[in-house]
């Protein structure tokens, strides 16, 4: 069965960290490009950050110098480290396992990040 489960995703006060993990089954994960999106409600999902098979990583410029992407293709999981949250990183947060025209999405979890 082809699935991606999110988990790690919580209520945090303003600076403080969370770390998200997507354990992946039913896929060659290592040869996936791996991402992690977010989406507020009523927003468009927007990409946080990426990690090719290669290991080659991207970020959007609001999480730069504070997120950190990772992966273990030994363990097929992806993970988020989110440093100094802010209030506006709150969201439903996405994986995402993309490979030339297919692509798979988990079902989320909820990051709050509230005082």
């Known amino acids: 069965q082809v699935q991606l489960v999110e988990s790690g995703g919580g209520l945090m006060q303003p600076g403080g960290s969370l770390r998200l993990s997507c354990a992946a089954s039913g896929i060659a994960f290592s040869i996936y490009t791996m991402g992690w999106y977010r989406q507020v409600p009523g927003k468009q999902r927007e990409l946080v950050a990426v990690?090719?098979?290669?290991?080659?990583?991207n970020y959007v410029d609001s999480v730069k110098g504070r997120f950190t992407i990772s992966r273990s293709n030994a363990k097929n999981t992806l993970y988020l480290q989110m440093n100094s949250l802010k209030p506006e990183d709150t969201a439903v947060y996405y994986c995402?396992?993309?490979?030339?025209?297919?692509?798979?999405w988990g079902q989320g979890t909820q990051v709050t990040v509230s005082s």
């Open positions: 995402n396992a993309a490979r030339e025209h297919y692509t798979i």
């Open positions: 990690i090719t098979s290669g290991g080659i990583t």
